[in-house]
């Protein structure tokens, strides 16, 4: 199944970074796309701006959920 929302975990998972620094990141992409606070943001602006490739994301993320 093809993820289309990416969360501050998800951030944290893919980048190794902190809680604290996942929810900045979600914050900026967020602001950067005229997103309000309720609003998500998804797979593929995530991989935008950070730069990634949205299959390895996806892949990433698939490999981390298959073992919980």
């Not at 998800?10 to 620094?21: K, P, T």
Request: charged fraction near 35%.
């Amino acid at each position: 199944m093809l993820r289309l929302i990416i969360t501050p975990k998800d951030v944290e998972v893919i980048l190794g970074v902190s809680s604290s620094y996942a929810r900045r990141v979600v914050r900026i992409i967020k602001r950067k796309n005229n997103k309000e606070k309720h609003q998500k943001i998804t797979v593929k602006e995530f991989c935008r701006y950070m730069g990634l490739e949205v299959k390895e994301v996806v892949l990433e993320l698939k490999e981390f959920y298959k073992g919980k």
